[in-house]
């Protein structure tokens, strides 16, 4: 997300997904100029998200990676090595595919968001209208930048610690 911007098409899902109780890590994303001038925006979590899942595979017994990006396949097969059984999920059912042929081979288990749909989806005339001022926050700039938070207070979990000393 853009830091200065004052609203982000992503932010209502990031607030909802805080304030409903999910952990959401964000990073601020990196503008530059490139050398035609044009502006670029950049920024992913793939490290992170590569760091994380490692750190947890001593805790999980299972992880449900949501991608199709190709890049994940060797952590797939590294958390597999750890024991742990690995689902991805993304789509085949677009034109090209949303997933990497490789990494879908290497999950134990694709799940196809076709198929997931009719289980999670909603139909749109089930939405409820929003009532005045229900809507989207605006006052992003105003906030200050939260602290990236480490893996204990992301996910409850003290490094180094056992599972029965983690929950205890």
């Known amino acids: ?19 409903n109780g999910y952990r959401v890590v964000t990073k601020p994303v990196k503008e530059f100029t490139d050398s035609a001038g044009r502006r670029k925006i950049k920024g992913n979590m793939d490290i992170e998200l590569a760091i994380d899942a490692l750190e947890l595979a001593p805790h999980i017994d299972h992880m449900v990676l949501f991608s199709g990006d190709g890049d994940f396949r060797s ?7 750890r024991g742990v059984r690995v689902s991805v999920v993304s789509t085949i ?3 090209p595919a949303m997933i990497a042929d490789d990494l879908r081979r ?3 288990e694709f799940i196809d968001l076709a ?5 999670i989806g909603r139909d749109p005339s089930e939405r409820t209208a929003r009532a005045p001022g229900d809507g989207p926050r605006r006052d992003f ?3 200050a930048p939260r602290p990236n938070p480490g893996l204990e207070s992301r996910y409850g979990i003290r490094p180094g610690a056992t599972d029965e000393e983690a929950e205890g």
């Open 106 to 108: 290497q999950a134990d």
């Open 1 to 19: 997300m853009i830091e200065d911007q004052e609203y982000s098409s992503i932010r209502p899902l990031i607030d909802w997904l805080d304030y």
């Open 93 to 95: 059912q677009t034109q």
């Open 75 to 81: 952590l797939v097969e590294a958390i597999q090595r």
């Open 115 to 119: 198929h997931l749909a009719s289980r």
């Open 141 to 143: 700039a105003e906030r």
